[in-house]
């Protein structure tokens, strides 16, 4: 590596706070788990367009735009249902990635769609083309599909040297200020945001740590190195989310209710192409906490998304109403929160 390229690989992820719902305080304790688990998710089988708004023209290297396009590639690769989809225009981008020279990070899964069209939702601030900058590049990719930094799991069992990290992080090359190393370091996570019982020391989703920085677990003291690859947790883990869609779906027909029958997380996913072009009412009932997403098939089997509605933790079901046109093809996908209750949630359109 350069000298340069030494001195990024002490740079760390400075991640934006993650929007964290506001739910009423009378919930139970199953509801909360299950929301603050899933909220950040996206429903599978979303077409994620992602686009750079610093290109070639800007003095970006040509190298650090393709080390991006194959960070993407990578994580798709693992055979999710997830897609990525480079984009020329920002606007009609989930994912905005510039290169400025402020740090690297990411905002976490579906907060990207709550930041304005116009500004960066990713950020590279080193460059990606070195062992640690490919690194950096799966790591905010793992933010974008909706995953935390592994070191704040609340069953990794850190005691930090906290003075140390405080001055560590308060020097060069991050210059952090307390905040933020609070929110990205000494701050753990609550046990609903996150998977698992156990901490995943190889994720590419945990920073390196130098010598005196951790006071336990004892086997840590000296450093933790940084993660260069994802690991067999991350691969299972994005798989769980978001495992690879079923070839065929069922057809939602107007009038006719559909049973979800879905486990927290669970999603089902329906086929819909209207006989009349209208105004047409999709909802759920029952007892249930759901995130509905409605695409439209265009240009083959790119879908682009229309509506949706989101009823978690609220005194009501899911409801949304959108024009139609007879002949196209919808996809609706319904991601399951949590359901309570004698009754079965179910889905329908009219």
């Known amino acids: 590596m350069t000298a340069q390229q030494e001195k990024d690989a002490e740079r760390y992820c400075a991640q934006p706070p993650q929007r964290i719902p506001a739910l009423p305080s009378d919930l139970s304790l199953p509801r909360t788990r299950a929301i603050l688990a899933n909220h950040a998710k996206w429903v599978n089988g979303t077409q994620l367009r992602y686009s750079f708004l610093d290109g070639a023209d800007d003095g970006v290297a040509k190298a650090w735009l393709t080390e991006v396009h194959d960070g993407f590639e990578e994580w798709e690769g693992l055979g999710i249902g997830l897609k990525f989809r480079p984009e020329d225009n920002p606007a009609e981008s989930e994912i ?21 069209a116009e500004e960066a939702t990713m950020n590279f601030g080193w ?14 990719i793992g933010h974008a599909l909706g995953f935390c930094h592994e070191h704040q799991n609340p069953f990794a069992g850190i005691e930090w040297n906290v ?45 390196g740590f130098g010598p005196g920085l951790i006071k336990r677990p004892e086997a840590y003291r000296n450093g933790i190195p940084s993660p260069l690859k994802l690991s067999d947790q991350d691969k299972e883990y994005v ?31 329906y086929e819909v192409i209207p006989e009349k072009s209208q105004k047409y009412q999709f909802g759920t009932f029952g007892n249930a906490d759901v995130k509905m997403v409605l695409f439209e098939q265009v240009d083959g089997e790119n879908l682009r998304y229309v509506t949706g509605d989101d009823d978690s933790g609220e005194d009501r079901n899911g409801r949304f109403e959108v024009k139609l046109f007879k002949g196209r093809r919808y996809v609706l996908r319904v991601r399951m929160y949590s359901t309570w209750g004698s009754a079965n949630a179910s889905v329908m359109y009219w």
Request: charged share 20%.
């Open 239 to 269: 798989r769980t989310w978001y495992p690879p869609l079923a070839p065929q779906m069922d057809e939602l027909k107007p009038f006719q209710s559909s049973v979800l029958g879905l486990a927290s997380g669970d999603q089902a996913d």
């Open 96 to 116: 905005r990635i510039t290169f400025a020279d402020d740090g690297s990070w990411s905002y976490v899964g579906t907060d990207c769609l709550g930041i304005g």
């Open 127 to 140: 460059d990606p083309t070195s062992p640690y900058g490919k690194a950096t590049v799966r790591h905010e």
């Open 163 to 207: 003075d140390k990290v405080y001055e560590y992080m308060a020097g060069s090359p991050n210059f952090w200020p307390p905040e933020t190393t609070y929110h990205n370091i000494i701050r753990k996570l609550s046990t609903d945001q996150v998977a698992g019982s156990h901490w995943d020391v190889l994720s590419i989703m945990e920073y």
